[in-house]
């Protein structure tokens, strides 16, 4: 589908607003055209017979302030119909480019950086919005402009707009071949506009490591480097507008010049009056009117063509169909009543030579607690995501209740499992608002301040300005590790479900604390089954089976006490983490 036809399909949602619009521009123009020939009749009439025809030239006046009266209205009403429906075009692909980044895979989202996205959403989408709104109103206004007045020209006197008719070609020629020029400078301009907010991003992202390593020199570097690139476009696209603008702008000079050259001499063979050579002075600001809007207008197209390239990068990007396919209620509600079954899971990230996870065999069982340990980079962290579809596997894999999930929504998987990792978000909103977030209209099963005593920051929130209601700021930018896992934690623990995935969320917490979240995860937290990951044996002590990951091939599973005698690696991490927090105590 073309972009034209793309963008079509959204002015048709507001057909009857953009028909009206259509309308009242064809009137402002009629109005436009029609004054001149009333100005040139009363011109006309100032001559020696004027007393008699005198309540004829009051008349005109007359009609001519009605009509100029008439035309600001229909001008503001034509207006407000093109640009209110631009708007609603401008909210529905904002909502509809969210609506679909949510919906999109990891494997989008790691093609194309964060800033990409949000100066699609922000600033390519307004250049959409300008050529649905303010675009199509000039287009219409430049149609009914350059049709309607050669006409009112042409019957005054053909041979003289015949000579205005000719420069304005020449102009329009120039216009077409300076179109193209500027729209590979303005896509590459948009583009040079996207790496640069990626790496804004990025800068602010890790802004406590440039200060930590003292490398501001480098990033102003880098950052001026690419700000010079956009700087150097910008200046190539504004050359060619200096040059075509002018043009635009100084056509009605060049009319005036033939009208008063060539004009004149029909006047003085009384060929034409003063009134017509008056109106005809008129009709060139009219006809060169479009032509210095032209110019804007262009820049406008440009824009906003650029800009569906950029947003139909997003709402092109397939769906998964399974994803659209829900379960029933009734059947949603029974999923996970026998087990979820690993069966030979082989997993390999895109790209690598090598399997992460190998031959994993596993089964989870409602009221099960399952433990997983492993050195970093073993492949615990990759099943987990390949448990809840973050990442995409091969069908016959894992089953749920016996149906493959892959064959599930990821909907319906994520309404009966729940994942909790290691590097917790938050919101830029309120304590409490986090806290509620996953709770998605379902009943809780704790009251919000006992959801915080169980998470051990319920002190630490009294202690808060403002409390619950304190702003956390941009991904929880004013608390510390820990508090950010902990209200991670409670957002899991504030509403029920069926098997919980904690990974590795208790690494920023001391040992206090994470003995009694474990008693609270392991006695309080309304979950049928667990499955914890974490590098402590200490916290997988109460599980009721430990997984031991090894270059992701499981080497070793059994309880605590059994993994004690018979695993080696166990063994030797139970007691290093003992000594050492019998160090730190």
Known sequence: MSNLRFLLGYILQHKLPFSLGVVFVF??????????????????????????????????IVIIFIM?????????????????????????????????LNRLQREFHQDHPVGTLISIVNNDINGIRLMAGLGLLQIFNILFALSLTPVKMWQMSPSLTVYCVIPVLVVLFVVSKAMSWMRNLMRARMEELQGLSTRTVGFLAGIDVIKGHRIHAWA???????????????????????????????????????????????????????GEITAFLT?????SLPFISMGFMISIFQ?????????????????????????????RRQLFRDCVRVKDLN???????????KNINLEIRPGQRIGILGRIGSGKSTLVNCLNRYLEIAPGQIFMDGRDITSLSRKDLRSVVRTLTQDP????????????????????????EETLRMSSIAGEVAHFPHQEETVVGEKGILLSGGQKQRLSLARAMYTPCRLLILDNVLSAVDYETERFLLQQIFEKLRADSILIVSDRVSVLERVDQVLVLDNGEIVARGAHEELLRENEYYRQTAELQSHGRREVA
């Open 303 to 331: 824009s906003g063509m650029a800009g569906l390239d950029s947003v139909r990068r997003i709402l092109d990007q397939p769906l998964n169909a399974q994803d659209a396919c829900h379960l029933p209620e009734d059947e």
């Open 283 to 287: 009709y060139a600001t009219l006809l």
């Open 27 to 60: 009137l402002t123009n009629w109005l436009a055209v029609s004054i001149p020939m009333y100005v040139q009749r009363c011109i006309d009439l100032l001559n020696p017979q004027l007393e008699a025809h005198y309540d004829e030239l009051i008349h005109g």
């Open 425 to 448: 978000f938050l919101f830029s909103d309120t304590i409490a608002a986090n806290v509620r977030f996953g709770a998605g209209g379902r009943e809780s099963a704790f009251s919000l």
């Open 68 to 100: 100029a009266f008439l035309m600001i209205f229909v001008r503001s009403l034509s207006r407000i119909l093109f640009f209110n429906p631009g708007r609603a075009i401008e909210m529905a692909l904002k909502n509809e480019c969210s609506a679909r």
């Open 347 to 357: 997993f390999a990230y895109p790209g690598a030579s090598e399997p992460v996870l």
């Open 220 to 274: 102003a570097q880098k950052f001026a480097h690419e700000n010079g690139v956009l700087h150097r476009r910008s200046v190539q696209l504004f050359k060619i507008r200096t040059f075509i603008f002018p043009m635009l702008g100084y056509i009605d000079k060049v009319l005036k010049v033939i009208i008063l050259a060539v004009g004149g001499s029909y006047l003085i063979r009384r060929d034409l009056t003063i």
